[in-house]
């Protein structure tokens, strides 16, 4: 049971234990990084694996001579894209029925309503913006695929969307994370990044929650 708990932790935050892998695995780092960006793309039950930090301490790395950054990105931007890829056409192949599917330890049904809501309201934009926003970025290519949105401009939206992420997180590390104070306090600047990343949807979740409430109460107030 500990080693299974050891094994998700591992790669759960594999920003925070890349020194060691890079290590221990030397040119095979680039494999698993390929994998995990892949997965948290391309499969809406992997929404939970590592993105932005992860991306921001390769770049750092890479900066620091462990690893290359151009090959970081020319691989990791064709993992997320390829990743969203897949993740579109199962959509598009299961359709609609997965909105009837009930909550399990690993699929969300309320990830894929916010993020429907989401695509909804951005349209095509979606595609891009969340690429910047955790879980919203693993089921938007997904809701894309549901709906049947023209693969060529889904395509499009992607390669552009996958790119400016990977540029700004893996470039963003390798010019800024190994400055000083950052390097000193990485572990910090990690959590800070996934605070970060999470912050839209918490807004969002929270601007919800409070118009539903404001609803609820003229409801009310109507009603007397």
Not at 4 to 25: A, E, K, M, N, P
Not at 44 to 49: D, K, R
Not at 195 to 214: D, W, Y
Request: glycine fraction near 10%; hydrophobic fraction near 50%; charged fraction near 15%.
């Amino acid at each position: 049971m500990d080693a299974i708990r050891q094994f998700v932790d591992f790669f759960l935050h594999l920003d925070t234990y890349l020194g060691s892998v890079i290590q221990s695995y030397g040119h095979w780092t680039y494999g698993i990084l390929f994998g995990i960006i892949f997965c948290e793309t391309g499969f809406v039950v992997t929404p939970f694996l590592p993105g932005d930090s992860l991306l921001f301490a390769a770049g750092a790395f890479a900066a620091a001579g462990a690893l290359d950054a151009r090959t970081l990105f020319f691989l990791l931007a064709f993992a997320a894209i390829a990743g969203d890829n897949l993740n579109y056409w199962i959509g598009r192949y299961i359709g609609p029925k997965v909105f009837h599917y009930e909550n399990s330890r690993f699929f969300k049904k309320e990830h894929l309503e916010k993020t429907h809501k989401f695509y909804e309201k951005y349209g095509t934009k979606a595609i891009i913006i969340a690429r910047f926003m955790p879980v919203i970025r693993t089921f938007t290519p997904f809701i894309a695929g549901i709906g049947s949105m023209k693969y060529i401009k889904f395509f499009l939206y992607d390669v552009f969307g996958g790119v400016l992420w990977i540029s700004v997180f893996v470039f963003g590390g390798y010019y800024f994370g190994n400055i000083p104070a950052v390097k000193k306090n990485f572990t910090i600047v990690i959590l800070a990044i996934i605070c970060v990343s999470v912050l839209p949807a918490v807004i969002e979740i929270l601007r919800h929650r409070f118009a539903s409430g404001n609803g609820r109460t003229g409801s009310a107030a109507s009603d007397k």
